[in-house]
């Protein structure tokens, strides 16, 4: 899983094997994935910080798309990813 969107009342996962949905909410996916490494960039996505590519402004690189972060979540967003590459180093 790359990352996961909410649209349109529907959950989007984006996998390496392509994009399904479900319905569900973000905030239940938060709660299961959090302890794999997931974090929240905005109320829309969930990204697997696995994947960041790069954080450039306020975009997240992953895998091909770049995903906006909001005022709200950046720093927290910020933090999980400077985390999670000092733990991964």
Aim: hydrophobic share 40%; aromatic share 14%.
């Amino acid at each position: 899983i790359y990352y996961l969107e909410t649209h349109d009342r529907l959950l989007w996962y984006h996998t390496t094997k392509g994009e399904f949905s479900v319905r569900a909410s973000l905030a239940s996916a938060e709660k299961q994935l959090t302890q794999y490494h997931f974090s929240r960039c905005n109320q829309c996505y969930l990204v697997n910080l696995k994947y960041v590519k790069a954080v450039e402004n306020d975009f997240v690189h992953v895998n091909t798309d770049h995903l906006e972060i909001s005022r709200r979540q950046r720093a927290a967003f910020l933090t999980a990813v400077a985390s999670y590459i000092g733990g991964v180093l």
